[in-house]
């Protein structure tokens, strides 16, 4: 036989090779998957700017919201200032992750946006430029070497069916040799099917083998120009992935607060703040304002004045100005004392402390207080209270302080204390501190 045939070989083996026809289009199919990815960072990056602007909000919100609770809280002094630098601290990291949230929109989507406006190019029938130049240089390279393979697998069919026949013949030959019923004369047309055979499966052999040989010589060219337009996509692929990891050290950047000397700052001022507080100091202050260490006017001797008009009671007794003179109903500013500037449990101690001295001074008459067995005369208008009439409007800023208007009149109870308030009661019966620097005595 002139060649040996396996009948399996007629099965074409599939290979998953980039020089297969067709197989380039994994290459081509790139292109479109980097359109999509950059799709793909620009929503990434989207969704990471809502989730730093939420937490710079979130953050807003709760200094808001403890800056408040704190300054109304009990806590006083330098701690309650290392507390609220807690406040101070959210505040700032909460500019910081708004700054990041603008980085990631303004700089990094816009550049990721414009990368991808300038690298692909759409056309009017859809599908972009770069994905049709890819694939017709994959098609014109391959056309010539596809119409070759072609005649070459024409030629393989060929040649193994001619295989085939000569192989049936020969096998059929080799059976009537054996056979007695088997005349000379059929004996001698097997013998000559037999060499018509090995005649038709020379030809189409030769003919397979020049295909094989034309498709050999042209395969150098194919493969060199094929890894040209290969090379071209890959160059393309090769900016796209530069741009890709450019950004992302942009994003990385941004969002890494380690680096930012104003992240730093933060917290070295916090520490400083918090370092800085002092609970001997802290204690201090309060004795001297709220404990054994504040002054007190100690009762002494007075004696009586017929000439003085204006009944005084026990703290305005004791109330001097800054010459020792003593005040009665002096207004010094036009304005109310700032009530802010003292901690919040000052100003609640404060109206506890009114309260305190309303009840000692409100003591019935012929109680074991009085003096000379009858009603001090100076106490009379404690129970009553002292009229009065408003300067200036004032609105109430918290809720134990009254609001009027120009002009109302009300019942002043208390004499002004050392932060410039008094105790009243409007004609409508509520209670409450006013400024005492917005009235004057009827």
């Not at 020089?19 to 980097?34: H, L």
């Amino acid at each position: 036989m002139s060649g040996a045939y396996d009948e399996s070989a007629s099965l074409e083996e599939t290979t998953d090779s980039f020089w297969e026809v067709g197989n380039y289009k994994r290459t081509v199919k790139r292109i479109d998957d980097g359109h999509r990815l950059c799709n793909d960072l620009m929503n990434c990056i989207q969704e990471r700017a809502k989730i730093e602007k939420s937490y710079a909000q979130q953050l807003t919100d709760w200094s808001k919201r403890w800056r408040q609770l704190i300054d109304r809280g009990p806590q006083y002094g330098s701690v309650e200032q290392a507390w609220m630098a807690l406040m101070t601290e959210a505040e700032k990291v909460s500019d910081l992750h708004h700054d990041v949230k603008n980085s990631l929109i303004n700089v990094d989507f816009e550049k990721v946006k414009n990368w991808q406006k300038d690298s692909y190019h759409k056309q009017m029938m859809g599908g972009f430029k770069e994905t049709k130049e890819a694939e017709e240089g994959f098609k014109k390279v391959q056309k010539p070497w596809a119409k070759k393979l072609k005649e070459l697998e024409a030629a393989k069919k060929s040649y193994h069916v001619a295989c085939k026949e000569e192989r049936l013949a020969t096998s059929r030959e080799d059976t009537s040799k054996g056979d007695a019923s088997v005349t000379a004369d059929q004996q001698k047309k097997l013998h000559d099917k037999v060499d018509k055979c090995k005649q038709d499966s020379q030809k189409v052999k030769e003919k397979y083998e020049k295909a094989l040989d034309e498709l050999s010589k042209c395969t150098p060219q194919y493969r060199e120009n094929m890894e040209q337009v290969f090379d071209q996509c890959q160059q393309f692929e090769e900016r796209r992935l530069g741009f890709l990891r450019e950004v992302l050290l942009d994003i990385k950047r941004h969002l890494n607060l380690t680096e930012n000397q104003s992240y730093a700052a933060v917290y070295q001022d916090l520490e400083h703040t918090i370092t800085s507080a002092s609970p001997q100091e802290d204690l201090k202050w309060f004795s001297n304002t709220f404990g054994p260490g504040m002054h007190m006017h100690w009762p002494q001797f007075e004696d009586y004045n017929p000439d003085l008009t204006h009944h005084i009671t026990k703290r305005e007794k004791f109330k001097k100005g800054p010459d020792g003179v003593m005040l009665t109903n002096v207004s010094t500013m036009n304005h109310a004392p700032d009530r802010g500037s003292v901690s919040s449990y000052e100003k609640n101690q404060g109206y506890t402390a009114s309260t305190e001295w309303s009840d000692d001074d409100q003591k019935a008459p012929n109680s074991g207080s009085d003096t000379n067995g009858g009603s001090n005369p100076f106490d009379e208008d404690v129970g009553k209270g002292v009229r009065v009439k408003a300067l200036y409007d004032y609105e109430g800023q918290e809720q134990d302080e009254l609001t009027f208007r120009a002009g109302d009149e009300l019942t002043k109870l208390e004499e002004e204390d050392e932060q410039g308030w008094c105790k009243g009661r409007l004609d409508s019966g509520q209670l409450g501190l006013y400024p005492a620097n917005y009235v004057e005595p009827v």
